[in-house]
């Protein structure tokens, strides 16, 4: 445990009540995420969304949802 030069008690029970929040808070986040990675996959997009974007010269364009994801792209 790490202290505080001169801390007083009252600082040092407020701060370890703070830790423990803290450190339930951590697995409280972590099983969240846990059952967020456990959901079944979800349906398939019902059409073919199109989107307004720009060109690699900078020209108006579309862009089908699904070639956002095409391979070989890393990143939206």
């Not at 202290?3 to 701060?15: D, G, L, Q, V, W």
């Not at 398939?44 to 089908?64: E, I, N, S, T």
Request: no cysteine; hydrophobic share 40%.
């Amino acid at each position: 445990m790490i202290t505080f030069p001169n801390e007083s008690a009252k600082y040092r029970t407020a701060r370890e009540k703070l830790l423990k929040k803290e450190i339930e808070l951590r697995r409280a986040m972590e099983a969240v995420a846990e059952a967020r990675r456990a959901l079944p996959q979800g349906g398939l997009v019902p059409q073919h969304y199109v989107f307004d974007a720009l060109d690699d010269q900078g020209r108006p364009a579309k862009v089908k949802l699904a070639d956002l994801f095409a391979p070989g792209k890393d990143s939206l």
